[in-house]
Structures are given as C-alpha cells and as structure tokens.
C-alpha cells in the first residue's frame, strides 16, 4: 500500500542554523501539507501546497518557513533560521483530490529538536 | 470559533472494557469529521470519517457518530485489546481543507 515517507526521523540541529526537512508524498496526489506538533500540544497546520505553489498558509508559516517540489517526488520544509521554540514533531501528509471528506495520509513525521 | 475539544487523558482501561473518548467541535456549516490514531512510534493514520450529519463511520471495531445536534464525534469501542493502546486525535477540516485538531488523548489498555 502506498505510503508517505519522511526523513529524517530525527533531526538534531543548533539554533540559528537552517534545517530541510524531506517528505515524499503518494504519488499521484495532488496536495500537500505540512504539521507540526509541539510536545504536548495540539497539531497545527503550517501550510498546503497545490500546483507547485502555496495555496494556504497558517499564521505560524512566517518567512523562516518555505516549501518547495524541487522534482516529482519530494516535497520539503525549510527552516531559515531555527529557534529554540521550532523543536517540535513535523508531519507532512498528501491528499489525492480535494473533495467531501477525502482522506489526507501522513507520513511519521520528523522530530526536530533545536538546540 | 472554529475548535476541537476532545476529553483530556491519559485514559486507563482494562482489556475487554468499554471505550468512550468525547468529541465535540464549534463550526460554521458541516464539516467532515475525522478520528485518527497515532500508534507508539508512529505517524497520524486515519481511523474513521463521517461526511454529513447522522453518518456513522467504523474500523476496527471502533464507531463514531456524527451529531449535528450535539456537534459531536464521540469515539467508541465495545471492548478494547492491549493493541489498542495509542494516541487518539478528533479532528475536522475546515473551509481551506486544512484539518483543525483536537489536543489528543492518550489512552493505556491494561491486560
């Protein structure tokens, strides 16, 4: 059965420095988003992807943010200049088509921790 | 306001006993309402739906009904196994087709 990947599971970074974080949607869906889930908190939406373009984005998805399809497979998250308060556990998911209750598949997400 | 508001955990059952996680969401219209797990270690999988009011998803034994009346999405279980153990999120899209979460419940089958 298809699945969403995400790497790296674990990702250890020092404040201030730039993190990419990788996903690798179903691949024939059409949109894509990124979660994160900071520990002990409720999961938020960052952002949704459509037609190699930002179709919404989440008050949280400020200019350190920016995604990007660079080829037919991935789909990344990058962080300009992490914080101390971007540690937290990122999901990517993918959904075939918008619709009435179309199921978005998520990946196992990423721990990003900023030390 | 547009929210999720599931019951607080953790939740500690025996095997065999019956699960009740609430549900209940604030919204304009009527969303799609979703139940996803999260089992130790792993990602968010999607356990049931409901599209419209009145519609009862199910999987694995679980059930949920849509309530218009009562906006909510109350998860049940008739007997739960050690397996069942996870993380339960309530969730809803909203009118961007992102997902509005619930804070999660954690819930522990004991043998």
């Known amino acids: 059965e298809p699945e969403v990947t995400q790497t790296p599971s674990h990702q250890v970074t020092q404040m201030g420095q730039e993190v990419i974080l990788r996903c690798v949607p179903i691949?024939?869906?059409?949109?894509f988003y990124w979660y994160r889930q900071i520990l002990g908190q409720k999961v938020e939406f960052l952002v949704s992807?459509?037609?190699?373009?930002?179709?919404?984005k989440s008050e949280i998805f400020d200019d350190q943010f920016s995604v990007e399809r660079p080829d037919g497979s991935n789909f990344t998250l990058k962080i300009r200049s992490t914080k101390l308060e971007d540690s937290a556990m990122y999901f990517c998911?993918?959904?075939?088509?918008?619709?009435?209750?179309?199921?978005?598949?998520f990946g196992p997400g990423t721990r990003l921790t900023v030390l | 306001g547009n929210s999720v508001t599931q019951m607080e955990g953790p939740v500690t059952l025996s095997e065999e006993a019956f699960l009740t996680i609430n549900c209940t969401y604030t919204a304009t219209g009527y969303p799609s309402l979703f139940w996803y797990v999260q089992y130790p270690g792993e990602g968010l999988q999607l356990l049931l739906k409901a599209t419209k009011a009145d519609d009862k998803g199910s999987n694995k034994g679980f059930e949920a009904t849509y309530r218009k009346e009562t906006t909510s999405f109350h998860l049940e279980k008739g007997s739960v196994q050690v397996s069942d153990s996870a993380v339960y999120f309530c969730a809803r899209v909203d009118s961007n087709y992102q997902l509005i979460w619930g804070a999660g419940t954690k819930l522990i089958i004991k043998p």
């Open positions: 998911a993918s959904e075939r088509d918008r619709g009435f209750g179309n199921e978005q598949f």
């Open positions: 992807f459509y037609n190699n373009e930002i179709s919404e």
């Open positions: 691949s024939n869906h059409l949109y």
